[in-house]
C-alpha cells in the first residue's frame, strides 16, 4: 500500500511539472553591429505588458539571447556598451509552447556623446522597474529665441529591475524633454540641458495615483 501512494505521488508530481512546463514560451533573437558582427555582453531586457514586470539577460559569444516567459505582449530594450541602445517600438507576443523569434537588433557605433543617466523612485525612495522614459529633444532658449530649427531627435528606454535608464545622445550642446510613465503613478517631466560630451545625472519621484 504504502509502494502504491508513492508511485501516485511520483505520477501526480510528474503531471504538475509537466503542466507548469507548458506554462511558458521562449523569445530569442539575436545583436550585432550594423557590419552583422555579434555583439556579446549587450543587455537585453523584456517587460510584461499585464504586469509590468522585468526581466535581464546578456547576450552570449554569438550575440544571441533567450527568455522563457508567461504567455503576454513584451517590451524588448537593449543597450550595450559603446553601442546606441534603445527600446522596440513593437511589442512581442510570447505563446505557450511555442517559440517567439525577434528580428536581428542591429546597433550603431556610438561615437563621442553626450549621456543623460538616472533612475525611477516611488515617492518613499523604492527604485520602480518597467518604467518608460520618454525623450524628446526640444528647442534651447537661444534657439527658440532665434527661432532656430532643430533637428527632430526621440528615444524611448524601460527602465532596469533597478529602476535605472540611460540615453546616449549626440555630442551637442542640446536640450531634452524626459517623461516617466508608469502606470499607477503620475507621470512626471522634467528638462535637462547638456553641454558636448556631458553625463548629466537625472532622478524622477512619481507619486502613485489616488484611488
Known sequence: MKRFFIAV???LCSQAAHASGQKTGTIKGKIETDKSKPIAGAQVRVMSSRTRDVKETTTDQSGEYSFELEPDDYTISFD???????????????EEGKVTSVKTIKLQKASRSSLI???VFDSNG?????ARIKLVRVPT?????D?????????????NSRGEFAFRLPAARA???LTAILSGYKAETKIVDVEEGESAPLAFSLEP???
Open 117 to 119: 543617466r538616472g533612475a
Open 141 to 145: 532658449p537661444e534657439e527658440a529665441k
Open 126 to 130: 523604492s527604485s520602480l522597474a518597467g
Open 9 to 11: 505521488l511520483i505520477i
Open 209 to 211: 495615483l489616488r484611488r
Open 147 to 159: 527661432g532656430k530649427k532643430i533637428d527632430s531627435l526621440t528615444r524611448d528606454y524601460t527602465a
Open 175 to 177: 536640450r531634452y524633454q
Open 80 to 94: 550595450a556598451d559603446g553601442y546606441q541602445g534603445g527600446t522596440l517600438v513593437r511589442m512581442h507576443q510570447v
